[in-house]
């Protein structure tokens, strides 16, 4: 089975502070996505990365920051945390090609800026 | 134009019974897959089941199945025999071979079984 993890299922942290989540995928996927997911606006995709070292931006990139400098971790960074990103983060891995792979979920992290 | 529509925000249904949840999808690429996820309230999306846009028959999964009708560009999920483990909020979710790196969501609908 597809095993992705989240570092921390709950965050809690203090405006202006710098926060990673870190994810890591178990099965050479080499798409990776960080989703932020809040209450009736479904998923909205902050970052993806389709290989090392590539990132692109997604619906929501503000804020944010990516980093993939391993095939099987991706990291979404909070250069200066805002209220306005409590959320939910999800991060996600995928095959590249074809249109019939699905998306793999890590847990979640529930992250509180305070 | 949003790429997936979920026009329900929340159903209701009786365990036991059988529940369609809707879906319709926008695309101009021939060749796409559709998913259905399920997330309890503890967070975490599990993939249900696939349709692929070349795909003869309806998907199947167990209690799931995918109705799927490509002119119409709708992709509903039906559970049949509703246990109240079902309560969860839905995701449908595009995935075009074009654009293969990006996946598409819709904003989910909360389904509650009532004993």
């Known amino acids: 089975d597809v095993k992705v993890t989240q570092s921390s299922r709950y965050l809690v942290k203090r405006t202006g502070e710098k926060v990673f989540l870190e994810c890591v995928q178990d099965m050479d996927h080499e798409n990776m996505f960080w989703y932020r997911q809040d209450p009736g606006l479904g998923l909205r995709l902050i970052y993806f990365?389709?290989?090392?070292?590539?990132?692109e931006k997604g619906d929501i990139p503000e804020g944010y920051s990516v980093s993939r400098e391993k095939k099987e971790r991706f990291s979404l960074i909070l250069e200066s945390a805002s209220t306005n990103q409590t959320s939910m983060y999800l991060c996600?891995?995928?095959?590249?090609?074809?249109?019939?792979?699905?998306?793999?979920f890590g847990n979640g992290t529930r992250l509180t800026v305070t | 134009a949003q790429k997936i529509t979920q026009t329900q925000p929340g159903m209701f249904v009786q365990e036991k019974e059988a529940v369609t949840l809707d879906c319709t999808y926008d695309t101009s690429d021939p060749s796409y897959g559709l998913f259905w996820y399920k997330q309890p309230s503890s967070g975490e999306m599990i993939f249900l089941i696939y349709?692929?846009?070349?795909?003869?028959q309806n998907a199947t999964e167990g209690r799931y199945s995918l109705n799927f009708q490509k002119a119409r560009k709708s992709a509903n999920l039906v559970i049949s025999a509703s246990q109240l483990g079902d309560s969860a909020m839905y995701f449908c979710?595009?995935?075009?071979?074009?654009?293969?790196?990006?996946?598409?969501f819709g904003t989910g609908t909360s389904l509650t079984v009532i004993p």
């Open positions: 996600a891995s995928s095959f590249r090609q074809g249109a019939s792979s699905p998306l793999h």
């Open positions: 979710a595009m995935r075009e071979m074009d654009t293969g790196n990006q996946f598409y």
């Open positions: 349709q692929g846009s070349y795909d003869q």
């Open positions: 990365s389709y290989d090392v070292k590539m990132k």
